[in-house]
């Protein structure tokens, strides 16, 4: 089951709702719960709905199990139907009509790991890896304020001029836990969606030389989306990942060569710290994929686009005002 978070237009202005990804369209979860609760001989179905499957995703995600089951009863009877409507409220919506925003608008937290040996090895001067990197997962704590949507333009900082994207996966953990087991973790991620963890190059390298950071060479912009890919719906380590630079391939690669998993992440996260529904977890760059490993840098009005099989494509355009 693929999940969205997309804008429509009401009388009271422009509201959000969690939806599930049905070809080109996307089924209101709390509508369509509403109905099937309706149709079960709820009295106060749609209030019932709002509470289970709210349409906020971060809510929704707090909800656990419950709005999951909702979502996909909302899948089963729905997808491929011809309603579009419950109760003078509308449940199907096509995708051209309203704008999609990243999956999870404002997480809980950002953090992204750094997981690939070939990235990794690319990026330091002399390629010598310290042997921390292999014994644990490193990552840092990015800005979950500057979430950027499927399609929105990036305006980059008037304080870098080395512009760079980089091609990632995130995790979104879905059920609070602290001290969790590696084989246990699994059941704490709710899904994945595609990340673009957009670096200004010349201020991270220029900030991190005081042995912090990085900072404001990263926090003005991070993409997540288009959707979220339950984890059920997905074989994570195997899907492909593919960048393209106006229509230019730049970089392929999958999760397979990560030398920490999802798994093991969350479990070295959540050692003596409470990991909460909404919290998101980047896994760093796949080999080969950003520009500086590369040679090539970002310019004014470059369109980026990465996909991975089975959760879609994140776009955005670069621009400089």
């Given at each position: 089951?693929r999940?969205?978070?997309f ?6 202005g422009?509201?959000s709702?969690v939806?599930v ?7 209101d ?11 079960d001989?709820?009295?106060?179905p749609?209030?019932l709905?709002t509470t ?7 809510a ?24 579009d409507e419950?109760?003078g409220?509308?449940l199907?919506?096509?995708?051209a009509?309203?704008?999609?925003l990243?999956?999870l608008?404002?997480?809980?937290s ?11 090895r ?13 014994e644990?997962p490193i990552?840092?704590k990015?800005?979950?304020e500057?979430i ?6 990036v ?11 980089e091609?990632?996966l995130a ?5 609070r ?8 973790a699994?059941?704490y991620?709710?899904?994945y ?7 200004a ?35 994570i380590?195997?899907?492909e ?12 690669g999958?999760?397979?060569t990560m030398?920490?998993t999802?798994e093991?992440i969350?479990?070295y ?8 529904p ?14 500086l490993e590369l ?10 686009e ?13 621009r400089?005002?």
């Open positions: 089951m999940l969205a978070t804008a429509v237009d009401t009388p009271f422009e509201r709702r939806g990804v049905d070809e080109d369209a996307y089924l979860v709390t509508t369509g719960y509403a109905a099937l609760l309706d149709a001989g709820d009295a106060s749609y209030e709905a289970i499957a709210p349409s906020d995703m971060l929704f995600l707090e909800r656990g199990e419950r709005a999951m089951a909702a979502a996909r009863r909302v899948a089963e009877a729905f997808t491929d139907g011809d309603t419950w109760d409220r509308r199907r919506f096509d995708a009509d309203v704008r999609l990243s999956p608008p404002r997480p809980n950002l953090r992204d790991a750094m997981v690939y040996e070939e990235h990794v690319n990026s330091f001067d002399e390629g010598d890896i310290p042997d921390v990197w292999y644990r990552y840092y990015g800005n979950h500057a950027v949507h499927p399609g929105e333009d305006v980059w900082p008037d304080y870098s001029e080395e512009m760079d994207y091609l990632e995790a979104v953990i879905g059920k836990g602290r001290d969790i087991p590696v084989e246990d699994e059941a991620i709710a899904g969606t595609v990340f673009n963890d957009f670096s190059r010349d201020t991270q390298f220029r900030e991190m030389e005081a042995t912090l950071g990085p900072a404001k060479g990263k926090d003005f912009a991070n993409g997540l989306g288009p959707y979220l890919t339950t984890v059920d719906a997905i074989d380590r195997d899907v990942m593919t960048a393209r630079v106006n229509d230019e391939v730049w970089s392929a999958t999760p397979g030398h920490h999802f093991e969350v479990a996260v959540s050692d003596s710290e409470t990991l909460q909404g919290d998101v977890i980047g896994s760093g760059t796949v080999g080969q994929g950003c520009g040679g090539r840098s970002l310019s004014d009005g470059d369109v980026i990465l996909e991975v099989d089975g959760i879609g494509t994140l776009r955005n355009r670069i400089t005002d």
